[in-house]
């Protein structure tokens, strides 16, 4: 499986506002990330937070991934096709 | 855990006045609390007091400090059902209900009180109407487990978090702990977060638009409530179901 990028901005009502936007094969969106901004702790500052999901299986809460590469692979192993 | 100083006057007092915010006492239930045998046990933060499964034979008082129940689930997840401040007994159930169903732990270091089964039944059979009160005090944890309920399950994050300052506000008055609309919660955002059903990351970014909009100010040292009014509002906060008889507002 591979994804479509788009970058966007997103109002989470503070700094953390750099977005990306997951699009499936199909061109349908699975994914709202987030790069979280230095409000938060060094051990969250830098990195994409998973805001939303669709058609994602076996998951709870909100992951955490280093880079969006990360993040694909997630969701790859876990996309409900 | 250590063993510690014996309960001093205005410890004690705290569960009095936790009594009292919801009922009435007489000279002589008052007394019988005062002399009640204790022993005490300083705890550091993050300590279990009982886990889930095991069948105490004691009840624990919060003498000081700041303790919570919780249950954890697989892959570490945990959920915070509720805090408790001094004058709060976080484990009265296990007189009647013989072994745990879920864990209770500190969240500040706490000095705690603990006192035997046999001499809280004791205490019930000599004062029923304080026995009363201490049904009256469960009962109220029901309510408060109810509105907690209704947050995680229909309020927005905004409102689960104002409600829960609000709710704190009003059961550290009850015992004397608050002070010109602030008090000490020294919880992480993390706890809050399990507490709430949130993550840390969105309880971090609310509390500093509550802050931004004048709201509350809170972190690690404490709660400080700017605006009460509008708290209670965004909160949708109604302290009926505290059922504090005294009237209390911060």
């Known amino acids: 499986m ?16 750099e977005g990306c936007l997951l699009f499936d094969n199909d061109d349908t969106l699975v ?29 709870h809460g909100h992951p955490l991934f280093k880079d969006i590469n990360e993040a694909e692979n997630w969701m790859a192993s876990r996309k409900v096709k | 855990m250590r063993s510690a100083a014996p309960p001093s006057r205005s410890e004690r007092d705290r569960l009095v006045r936790k009594l009292e915010s919801i009922g009435d006492m007489s000279a002589d239930e008052k007394a ?50 509720s805090f408790h401040t001094p004058g709060d007994f976080p484990d009265l159930q296990s007189l009647h209900l013989k072994t745990m169903d879920h864990s209770v732990a500190t969240l500040a270091e706490s000095r705690l009180g603990f006192i035997e089964h046999t001499y809280m039944r004791e ?7 304080l026995g009363s009160l201490l049904w009256r005090d469960t009962l109220i944890d029901a309510a408060i487990f109810r509105e907690w309920m209704v947050g995680i399950g229909r309020r927005s994050a905004h409102q689960r978090i104002a409600h829960l300052l609000c709710e704190m506000a009003l059961r550290f008055e ?3 702990l608050t002070h010109d609309h602030n008090y000490q919660f020294p919880i992480t955002q993390a706890e809050m977060g399990d507490a709430l059903g949130l993550t840390v990351v969105h309880v971090n970014r609310i509390l500093r638009s509550l802050r ?15 605006d009460w009014e509008g708290l209670k509002g965004l909160g949708e906060f109604d302290p ?9 507002s911060p």
């Open chain 1, 31 to 59: 994914a709202v990330l987030v790069r979280l901004s230095d409000q938060h702790d060094p051990e969250y500052a830098g990195k994409w937070f998973f805001e939303h999901g669709f058609g994602i299986r076996n998951y």
């Open chain 2, 240 to 248: 009926m179901y505290l059922h504090q008889t005294k009237g209390i």
């Open chain 2, 174 to 176: 009850a015992v004397g």
């Open chain 2, 212 to 226: 931004k909009e004048q709201l509350v100010i809170s972190n690690r040292t404490g709660v400080r409530i700017l």
């Open chain 2, 123 to 129: 205490l019930i059979r000599r004062f029923p109407d």
């Open chain 1, 2 to 17: 591979s994804f479509t990028q788009q970058f966007v901005r997103v109002n989470t009502g503070g700094p953390d506002e």
């Open chain 2, 32 to 81: 019988a609390i005062y002399e009640s045998p204790m022993q005490v046990r300083t705890l550091a933060d993050g300590e279990d007091i009982v886990l889930e499964g095991e069948r105490p034979n004691q009840c624990c008082l919060i003498l000081t400090g700041l303790v919570c129940r919780y249950k954890l689930l697989p892959e570490g997840r945990r959920q915070i059902m």
